[in-house]
């Protein structure tokens, strides 16, 4: 999930060096924490949200293979 989230952020903001993920693994879940430079922060959310809904929605569907659930939180 982390590769998936890692792609999909990199083709979308500008300074590909401010790119952090961290993965937490629960039992049932996995949260996944990504942050971007503040000036990249509007593209990953996109207008009115869709940008970072659309990515919830991929994410979800690659986490039901592995049987997790999938969140992504964005972090400053």
């Known amino acids: 999930m982390k590769e998936l989230i890692s792609c999909i952020a990199e083709n979308l903001v500008d300074n590909k060096e401010a790119i952090r993920i961290k993965e937490i693994g ?44 999938a969140v992504l939180e964005i972090i400053e």
Request: aromatic share 0%.
């Open 26 to 69: 629960g039992e049932k879940t996995t949260v996944i924490e990504l942050s971007v430079d503040k000036n990249d922060l509007g593209k990953i959310i996109g207008k009115e949200g869709k940008t970072i809904k659309a990515i919830r929605t991929i994410l979800n569907a690659a986490s039901k293979k592995s049987g997790k659930k």
